[in-house]
């Protein structure tokens, strides 16, 4: 047989099931990469991006391109189609610049700076509301007493999936 339940346990235990419930129901519908996407959105079409700067890696645009590509495809349920999709993305990489940042007192450099930009055209073929064209940029330090040649193979990677994820929350995620 079971035990009464003293009255102060009583209001803890429905204490937690009125606040347990409340925060179910408020969740709502989740999804775990947080997009936005509409049901009838099927496909998307990402068109190779171009180098419209000089300097940075050979392979820079094609690396961005197959980042891109596979982000979608793992979180979304977007098929990647070559052309004709409901989303399209296309576009450029406007910039690969090297700066230098933090001076110091004797007027040298404390860091470098490496930084990509992308210029981005994306298209909403069910929704003409949310077509844009942006620059998206992104940058990543290193100490002034290297090079770029010891650091680029780090950071680009770094750079693109940054890229990658902020075009895609744009895009995707509605932010």
């Given at each position: 047989?079971?035990?009464?339940?003293?009255?102060?346990?009583?209001?803890?235990?429905?204490?937690?099931?009125?606040?347990?419930?409340?925060?179910?129901?408020?969740?709502?519908?989740?999804?775990?990469?947080?997009?936005?996407?509409?049901?009838?959105l099927?496909?998307?079409?990402i068109?190779n991006?171009?180098?419209?700067?000089?300097?940075?890696?050979a392979?820079?645009?094609?690396?961005?391109?197959e980042?891109?590509k596979?982000?979608?495809?793992?979180?979304?349920?977007?098929k990647?189609?070559?052309?004709?999709?409901?989303?399209?993305?296309?576009?450029?990489?406007?910039?690969?610049?090297?700066?230098?940042?933090?001076?110091?007192?004797?007027?040298?450099?404390?860091?470098?700076?490496?930084?990509?930009?992308?210029?981005?055209?994306?298209?909403?073929?069910?929704?003409?509301?949310?077509?844009?064209?942006?620059?998206?940029?992104?940058?990543?330090?290193?100490?002034?007493?290297?090079?770029?040649?010891?650091n680029?193979?780090?950071?680009?990677?770094?750079?693109?999936?940054?890229?990658?994820?902020?075009?895609?929350?744009k895009?995707?995620?509605?932010?």
């Amino acid at each position: 047989m079971m035990k009464p339940v003293s009255g102060f346990r009583w209001i803890i235990r429905t204490f937690f099931i009125i606040h347990f419930s409340l925060f179910i129901n408020s969740c709502g519908v989740y999804s775990f990469t947080g997009t936005t996407l509409s049901p009838d959105l099927k496909s998307i079409t990402i068109s190779n991006f171009t180098m419209a700067t000089a300097g940075g890696p050979a392979n820079l645009a094609l690396n961005f391109n197959e980042k891109l590509k596979e982000y979608y495809q793992r979180y979304t349920n977007l098929k990647v189609l070559p052309n004709n999709g409901d989303l399209s993305l296309e576009g450029s990489i406007t910039n690969y610049d090297l700066l230098a940042v933090a001076p110091t007192a004797s007027d040298q450099a404390g860091l470098n700076r490496l930084q990509v930009t992308v210029q981005v055209r994306f298209v909403n073929n069910k929704d003409e509301s949310k077509n844009f064209e942006q620059s998206f940029s992104f940058y990543q330090d290193f100490p002034q007493n290297q090079t770029l040649t010891q650091n680029e193979g780090r950071l680009v990677p770094k750079i693109l999936d940054q890229l990658v994820l902020d075009i895609f929350n744009k895009t995707a995620a509605d932010w």
